[in-house]
């Protein structure tokens, strides 16, 4: 059974700094595009961050410069450091993966993953 499971979030305030973490089980997914998406609260589900299988990174513009996504194929494992935190990254925070995506690959499109986790929750107070 693939599972992705997500952990790290937390609260903290403005300026602070969390670290999450997406561990993948049931299949190996070094040749997998990694992914985080978020979705605040009456709002839909926002891309933020991808790392394909060549380790080439994308992110969405409003967290560039504070966010960082990075992975670990040894663990099966995907990061996400989260930088000087604004109240408006309070959101669930959901690791996906899309497989044998290959070296080149980039969607910010929800629908183009095919495994999820369950979310993490991460609350930034001003």
């Known amino acids: 059974q693939v599972q992705l499971v997500e952990s790290g979030g937390g609260l903290v305030q403005a300026g602070g700094s969390l670290r999450l973490s997406c561990a993948a089980s049931?299949?190996?997914?070094?040749?997998?595009?990694m992914a985080w998406f978020r979705q605040a609260p009456g709002k839909e589900r926002e891309f933020v961050a991808l790392?394909?299988?060549?380790?080439?990174?994308y992110y969405v513009e409003s967290v560039k410069g504070r966010f960082t996504i990075s992975r670990d194929n040894a663990k099966n494992t995907v990061y996400l450091q989260m930088n000087s935190l604004k109240p408006e990254d309070t959101a669930v925070y959901y690791c996906?993966?899309?497989?044998?995506?290959?070296?080149?690959?980039?969607?910010?499109?929800?629908?183009?993953?095919?495994?999820w986790g369950q979310g993490t929750q991460v609350t930034v107070s001003s």
């Open positions: 790392i394909n299988q060549s380790g080439k990174t």
């Open positions: 049931g299949r190996t997914f070094s040749s997998d595009a």
């Open positions: 996906a993966a899309r497989p044998y995506s290959g070296p080149y690959y980039y969607s910010s499109r929800d629908s183009e993953y095919h495994y």
